[in-house]
């Protein structure tokens, strides 16, 4: 599938070259990924809790995927527990992540999050029966040496609600991309729609839980805003993206984001960079890039 996709868009570039770079659209949701804690940051520091800020633009990303998702719904009805799966995996790994970065500590919520790779390979042998290659074996234990060297040894009771949310998420990512492989006959459209939605019920649900209220009507407008220009078009781009590429080399580009995310926190002065994070983050993106190797070398 990953061939087709690529000569695909070869032909499609060649014959009229009006498509973007697959490589230049994952390099940029990814990049808008790893920035999008700057304006939850703004948006939290105005008094605008995280889960009312989510389902804000969850919801307006659902009604905007909500005639895609009626054209459809057949597609849909054919497999009513993998889109329930990936409605509910994915929506709360978007909606937790949007709140962990809103909330938290940018190179904390990143780190948890990108635990990603020892989850995917849990999720893949007891869901999947895939067997544990060597090469996940050690992208696994590279992922938890990178988290112990960059997060520390400290108390437990260091671990907040911020902490939970991105731990989650990137167990939620490695359970919806399990869902995601197994839905084959559901449309990408469908697949984004649904984790909107997802993100939407999940983020509603904790702001009603929290007693979060909307954002006022001066808030409104940047919210939308932020919601459809960036984290609607970094959807899009990385869903296109990964399309028209390899899945291994999508893997590859997806650590991008938390280079970005790091690196740019540091700088601004959001967060420490200390050498232990330095150490920490670059075992956590090798154990990202073996496992995206990994996973490009299974068999389909």
Known sequence: MDRRNDATFARRGTSGGRWPSPTWAMLSGCGLWGLSWWPLQRFAAQGLGAAALAATCYAALTLAALPVLWRQRRECAQQPRRALAIMACGGWANAAFTCALAIGDVTRAMLLMYLLPVWSVLAGRVLLGEAMAPRRLVAVGLALLGALLALGTGSTSAFGL??????????????????????????????????????????????????????????????????????????????????????????????????????????LGASELGLRQCIGTGLIVLATVLEARAARDKPR
């Open 162 to 267: 911020a902490d939970f949310l991105a731990l989650s998420s990137g167990v939620a990512v490695a359970l919806n991309n399990v869902a995601l492989r197994s839905a084959e006959r559901l449309p990408q459209g469908s697949k984004n729609a649904l984790v909107f939605a997802g993100g939407l019920l999940s983020a509603l649900a904790a702001a009603m839980l929290l007693g979060q209220s909307a954002p006022s009507l001066p808030q409104l407008g940047p919210v939308l805003l932020y919601a459809f220009a960036w984290l609607g078009v970094a959807n899009v781009a990385v869903q296109y993206g990964v399309s028209f590429m390899q899945a291994g080399r999508a893997g590859v580009l997806l650590a991008f984001e938390l280079v970005i995310a790091i690196g740019s926190a540091a700088a």
